[in-house]
């Protein structure tokens, strides 16, 4: 895929995001396109200097996402983590090798700004993308925890 293009999102591509978000099992249990609250979140994530919503655009279409976060801390002499989530890629662009780009890039993003660890957590129904992340070299080092409200 060498016309992708990664880039920060924009409020255009929301809409976009959400389908993606919505296009699996669990997303379509949890996602409502069309609600305006995404909108609200968006502008929110847009205006916080720690966090980049990427877009990979091919074509002048978006077919992947991912969230980068960065969060400073004292742990590990202060070093700042980067945080990886929500990587979608659209249904039908997948296996094409965007998913590998997005992450690669937010990896190579969170080297280049200091952080001295990258972590994500995926579902532990998504068998194929923990294959796919150690792939990349993530190592299934913790167990991760939520409480949804």
Do not use: N
Request: charged fraction near 25%.
């Amino acid at each position: 895929m060498d016309d992708l293009r990664i880039r920060r999102a924009a409020a255009t591509d929301v809409p976009a995001i959400v389908a993606m978000l919505a296009d699996d099992p669990l997303g379509a249990k949890r996602e409502s396109p069309g609600d305006p609250a995404y909108a609200t979140a968006f502008a929110e994530i847009d205006a916080d200097p720690h966090q980049f919503l990427a877009v990979a655009e091919a074509d002048g279409s978006v077919v992947g996402t991912l969230q980068l976060t960065f969060i400073p801390g004292l742990s590990r002499r202060g070093a700042t983590r980067a945080l990886i989530e929500a990587v979608r890629v659209r249904s039908d662009q997948r296996g094409a090798g965007v998913g590998r780009r997005l992450a690669e890039w937010a990896i190579d993003t969170a080297r280049s700004r200091g952080a001295a660890v990258v972590q994500l957590t995926t579902d532990a129904s998504r068998r194929d993308a923990h294959r796919f992340y150690e792939r990349l070299g993530f190592v299934a080092s913790h167990v991760g925890m939520k409480l949804i409200f």
